[in-house]
């Protein structure tokens, strides 16, 4: 099965501007979730969508969102860039709810945006 | 507020020797901690996970020890290789509808 996919993998974006983050599920993974990797600060959870629905989102302002298709794939979008976006943004699958013992998160290998 | 309280930040440790790795938690309600390995440029991997009525888990030179009263937990690695040189992430979760929290996350370096 193939993994997690994300694209693009390196972003450089100047501030104000928008983007947006896609993620390609593994096949029959219903869940996904996003979250946000720094050296400071870790990996903080941003949101997680199933089945095309809002399930919970993290403490972001409301310049972070997202949505989920109806084949699972799901994007992110950040409006009005700061500097203090620049980060590893991380999406995870997983077959039901995210993170618990029988739907553990499988990790794609991010992207890493760069706000200048 | 952080939920998972991880230390060291960094660790190094001779290959052959122990690598220990603590968190500590605050919400008596979680009830599964994971840990995760990340390798530069990767994501996050599952390792190894427990639930809180084992006190153990093994899985080849892997361990996680739980102390529910003391709430804390933490990963063992036996016979520890350069190739383990990674960063490692506790987290926990709460069956429901919550999502995984991370702590903070360590760097180990295993040196030859």
């Known amino acids: 099965k193939a993994g997690v996919t994300q694209t693009p993998r390196y972003l450089i974006k100047t501030r104000g501007q928008q983007v947006t983050l896609s993620c390609s599920p593994i096949?029959?993974?219903?869940?996904v979730s996003w979250y946000q990797q720094t050296p400071g600060q870790g990996l903080q959870f941003l949101f997680e969508?199933?089945?095309?629905?809002?399930?919970n989102k993290g403490n972001f302002p409301g310049r972070f969102s997202g949505r989920q298709f109806s084949n699972s794939r799901s994007e992110m979008n950040v409006s009005t860039l700061e500097l203090g976006d620049s980060a590893l943004y991380l999406c995870?699958?997983?077959?039901?709810?995210?993170?618990?013992?029988?739907?553990?998160?499988?990790f794609g290998n991010g992207t890493r945006l760069t706000v200048t | 507020q952080q939920q998972v309280k991880q230390s060291p930040q960094s660790l190094i440790v001779q290959k052959g020797g122990i690598s220990i790795i603590n968190c500590a938690y605050e919400n008596t309600a979680f009830d599964y901690f994971p840990w995760y390995q990340q390798f530069p440029g990767k994501g996050p991997a599952l390792l190894i996970a427990i639930r809180p009525d084992v006190s153990e888990k093994k899985e080849g030179r892997f361990t996680i020890s739980f102390n529910k009263s003391a709430k804390q937990f933490s990963l063992h690695i036996m016979d520890s290789q350069p190739g383990d040189s990674a960063t490692y992430f506790c987290?926990?979760?709460?069956?429901?509808?919550?999502?995984?929290?991370f702590g903070k996350g360590t760097r180990l370096s295993v040196i030859a």
């Open positions: 096949s029959g993974h219903r869940s």
């Open positions: 987290a926990a979760s709460e069956s429901g509808n919550t999502p995984l929290v």
């Open positions: 995870a699958s997983s077959p039901e709810q995210g993170g618990i013992g029988n739907s553990p998160l499988h």
């Open positions: 969508y199933f089945s095309e629905t809002q399930r």
